[in-house]
């Protein structure tokens, strides 16, 4: 079952509302803008008998919301924005 990794991907990590979200939130909580990507990682899994290829695309989708936003925030705390 292969679809394009776009599906999976939830809100975009980028967006100006979660960045928003992030520079708002209290110190000790914690903020993943991928999460509804993991959520749905995880759900394809259970769906899946845990079939790791079968979820190929969830995980892919996940790794690359992580990596969009672990980049802006490189990005934005070299310019001092974070």
Not at 9 to 23: C, M, N
Not at 60 to 73: G, L
Request: overall charge positive.
């Amino acid at each position: 079952m292969s679809y394009p990794v776009k599906e999976f991907a939830g809100p975009d990590p980028t967006s100006a509302d979660i960045k928003k979200t992030f520079k708002s939130k209290s110190t000790s909580k914690y903020f993943d803008p991928c999460e509804e990507s993991s959520r749905a990682s995880l759900k394809c899994l259970d769906k899946n008998a845990y079939d790791r290829e079968a979820c190929s695309d969830f995980f892919r989708a996940y790794r690359e919301c992580k990596a969009r936003w672990m980049e802006e925030r490189r990005k934005d705390r070299k310019l001092g924005i974070l």
